[in-house]
């Protein structure tokens, strides 16, 4: 009995004990909200802070690569970003279901018949795409890409990173040091990039249409390798992905020697039919705004003889060069690798998500009765104040920069209602307490919840697995200006017009130099257009001009030659290949390595590199018949010997446009510099007669002056 007793007391002990327990835990408060979405919000401030970062990052490598001769410390930070976009569009294709729509979808082994009918589907399933939009528009659909005219106008201003880089994929292509067996296909992708520049007249030049779209716009962003244009301040532009595609385009062909599949790969993508230029070139009519950009952009990339054409053509004849087997395979991996890194970054700016829409909708029927509250409020928002924000006659007009500027403000902590002041001054306690009710406090909630950015996770050495190239991360350092340390002497008398320096006596030319020469009359402005901004202007159209003679380009205005340029071989090839095939690539000439060294800056010498033009079309390609071996004999036949006089001719008709606007000064240092080189004699200036010897003293290094920039 007193065991049963005992055991007895010690359940009911056990039984009280646990009820104050679960009395004690029921009533205890909870712990602070702040406590409970700790894990949470670190774990979103940091993915905000990560995203945030990267875009800060990217904006700075776009604007230092386009301006690489101030910053070449950038060029080894934009490989390293290349190969980090390669390792992470090609996991995610590779991770993803098999589609019948993507390039993994053909064999591992290249069949040139089986990419064509690849791309053609590619063209059918994106004509299809917009037979289904027009269908849906003419049933009654509304606009679904831009929804009105100020929308049009965000969208565009959103789009310029990528527009304002057309064409930079392809700037590295085709340079006087490009391997001579990638010369015909490198040939053909530089085709599509001088069509792309306007092919020398600034009307047509794709980059010069946008900025034309941008200001009948009404908006002012500036050039695309101003400071200013990636300023939040001037350019509130966060949208991630834009600028990752943008950067993309000038990475890609930062070393195109090396990456050269990846590189063809990626145009290959870039330069089919494109469902979103389509649609933004209905869209942009409806709105009567320009869609020049668009259309030009439709009708030049079609799959016949134009840049798609061209592009699978430059593919083809890059594999047709190697044997079947694994060498090929792995070019053809790495040709996919390109086209995925274009189909993986997408160019049109992020769509608003439905709750975005409803927001702004949401401040714009406020705007009327919230201004008057906020006319005293300090709080600046994006450069603006509230009020100004909320001015109902211009709310509309910038409804969507003013969600972006929230969005990236103070008042918002992306991904994170509850850590928002923001929703704090909509509830009770806050100073808009009522103006909000609980339906809209819930959509606001819902909009800054989606605004957790997403940080792609990293997955290094994806590329390397996929196409079984192990780039060495080593190799990248920056291509920097080596530049000549030798200046003319001043003259009593340099001639004073263009004409008077044409008219220079020219020099005997050694033989044993012609084909090193050759080669080097192709090099001053070969640079210049991996930046197409730079090529938007008078200057940069006299360059392509140039560039297109000495690469043995047809001059027709107004044209796009396409295919037919390609198809063209009976007299394809320059200047770099006629000296090539007498054997200019086995001699060393130190006018070419000077020429190589003022050439990595041709914004800064531009003025110089325009009479170092000048002075190797005038004692070089005019001057043959000054250049004969020991048995009086040329070294080109009649019909080459008429073809270097006739680029020749070119390029002195392209400088002789922009002559008027350089440093004459300059112009003639350059000019002069060639001819004294090239004559290892005496200078005749017109003026004044420079005294011997100047060829031993350059050599020497002993002739030291400055050269400005220009």
């Not at 098999?98 to 063209?123: M, T």
């Not at 200057?539 to 796009?560: E, I, N, S, W, Y």
Request: charged residues 20%.
């Amino acid at each position: 009995m007193l065991i049963l007793y005992s055991g007895t007391t010690a359940v009911l002990v056990f039984l009280g004990a646990f009820l104050f327990f679960l009395k004690s835990s029921l009533l205890r408060p909870s712990p602070p909200a702040s406590r409970r979405r700790t894990h949470k919000t670190t774990a979103t401030a940091s993915s905000t802070r990560t995203a945030s970062a990267q875009i800060t990052a990217d904006k700075l490598l776009y604007h230092q690569l386009q301006n690489a001769e101030t910053f070449p410390e950038a060029l080894p930070r934009g490989r390293e970003r290349l190969l980090t976009l390669l390792d992470r569009t090609v996991a995610a294709a590779t991770a993803a279901a098999p589609s019948a729509s993507g390039i993994l979808s053909l064999p591992p082994r290249f069949d040139h018949s089986a990419l064509e009918a690849f791309l053609r589907r590619a063209d059918a399933d994106t004509d299809a795409q917009f037979q289904a939009y027009i269908a849906r528009r003419r049933s009654g659909g509304e606009r679904e890409m831009l929804l009105d005219a100020a929308h049009a106008r965000f969208w565009l201003r959103q789009a310029a990173p990528v527009k304002y880089v057309d064409g930079a994929w392809l700037g590295g292509v085709h340079r006087a040091s490009t391997a001579p067996e990638h010369r015909a296909v490198t040939r053909t992708a530089w085709q599509i990039l001088t069509e792309e520049l306007g092919d020398g007249e600034i009307e047509l030049n794709h980059v010069r249409v946008y900025e034309d779209l941008v200001k009948a716009a009404g908006l002012d962003l500036g050039r695309g390798d101003d400071a200013r244009f990636v300023e939040a301040a001037n350019n509130p532009n966060h949208d991630a992905r834009i600028w990752e595609a943008a950067v993309s385009q000038l990475c890609v062909s930062l070393y195109p020697e090396e990456f050269l599949p990846e590189l063809l790969g990626f145009n290959m993508a870039y330069e089919s039919s494109a469902y979103c230029m389509l649609v933004a070139a209905q869209e942009l009519r409806e709105l009567k705004l320009d869609a020049t950009y668009f259309l030009l952009h439709i009708a030049i990339d079609n799959g016949d003889m134009g840049h798609a054409a061209m592009g699978a053509h430059a593919v083809a004849e890059l594999l047709a060069a190697t044997p079947p087997g694994p060498e090929q395979n792995q070019l053809w991996r790495r040709v996919q690798a390109g086209y995925i890194l274009a189909e993986g970054l997408p160019t049109t700016p992020t769509p608003p998500s439905p709750t975005t829409l409803s927001v702004a909708a949401m401040w714009g029927r406020k705007a009327p009765w919230a201004r008057p509250s906020h006319a005293v409020c300090r709080a600046n928002i994006g450069g603006k104040t509230l009020g100004e924000w909320l001015d109902p006659a211009v709310y509309p007009q910038h409804s969507h920069d003013f969600l972006t500027a929230m969005a990236a403000s103070r008042w918002v902590a992306p991904g994170d209602p509850d850590a928002s002041k923001l929703l704090r001054e909509l509830r009770w306690g806050g100073r808009m307490f009522g103006a909000f009710t609980p339906s809209e406090i819930a959509t606001v909630s819902q909009w800054i919840a989606e605004l957790v950015p997403d940080v792609p996770a990293d997955t290094p050495g994806a590329y390397a697995a996929f196409t079984g190239h192990t780039p060495d991360r080593r190799l990248a350092a920056p291509d920097a200006p080596v530049l000549p340390q030798l200046q003319l002497r001043t003259f009593a008398a340099p001639p004073r017009t263009l004409a008077a320096l044409l008219a220079t006596p020219q020099c005997h030319i050694p033989a044993r130099r012609l084909a090193p020469l050759l080669i080097a009359t192709a090099v001053p402005f070969e640079r210049l257009p991996s930046h197409p901004v730079k090529c938007a202007t008078p200057r940069g159209m006299a360059a392509v001009k140039a560039l297109r003679a000495l690469h043995g380009f047809g001059d027709a205005p107004r044209q796009c030659a396409g295919m037919d340029e390609v198809l063209r071989r009976d007299d394809a090839g320059g200047v770099v290949e006629l000296g090539v095939r007498l054997g200019g690539r086995e001699r060393r000439d130190h006018l070419a390595d000077w020429v190589r060294g003022w050439s990595v800056a041709p914004e800064r010498y531009y003025s110089l590199l325009v009479g170092v033009q000048l002075g190797l079309a005038v004692n070089v390609l005019l001057n043959l018949e000054n250049t004969i071996d020991e048995k009086g004999v040329s070294a080109l036949d009649a019909g080459e010997r008429r073809k270097v006089r006739e680029i020749g001719e070119r390029v002195v008709s392209a400088m002789a446009e922009v002559v008027d606007g350089c440093r004459w000064k300059q112009v003639c240092a350059g000019f002069f510099t060639v001819r004294c080189e090239i004559s290892m004699c005496t200078v005749d200036a017109g003026g004044g007669v420079e005294e011997e010897g100047v060829w031993a003293q350059m050599e020497q290094g002993a002739v030291e002056v400055e050269i400005e920039s220009c």
